[in-house]
């Protein structure tokens, strides 16, 4: 059962931008916290940003002031948005929400910065 649908990925220059979405078809986003993370090749997943059912936010250090998380509790998704992309931005991105019963993820998408 899909929970989770992530879109927005694709290939991108240094220095534009893209959106990446995740919309929840099982839960309302609004009662729990959603982030991304993103795995480039080779390395450990690591979390992007992060936020609460409160409205809280966080960032990694790596992409604050570039990157934008947000909610759409209309829409029931979580948006990212990512400005000046660097090629060191490459990764599949991933959509992660934890409610009571446990932690749940995207499918992943791509994003690929070319230099």
């Known amino acids: 059962q899909v929970q989770l649908v992530e879109s927005g990925g694709g290939l991108v220059q240094a220095g534009g931008s893209l959106r990446l979405s995740c919309a929840d078809s099982y839960r309302t986003l609004t009662y729990y916290t959603a982030a991304w993370h993103r795995q480039a090749p080779g390395k450990q997943r690591e979390l992007v940003a992060r936020?609460?059912?409160?409205?809280?936010?966080m960032y990694a250090d790596s992409v604050k002031g570039r990157f934008t998380i947000s909610r759409d509790d209309v829409k029931n998704t979580v948006y990212l948005q990512m400005s000046n992309l660097k090629p060191v931005d490459t990764a599949v991105y991933y959509c992660k929400v934890v409610d009571s019963r446990g932690t749940y993820w995207g499918q992943g998408t791509q994003v690929t910065v070319s230099s």
């Open positions: 936020i609460g059912a409160s409205g809280n936010i």
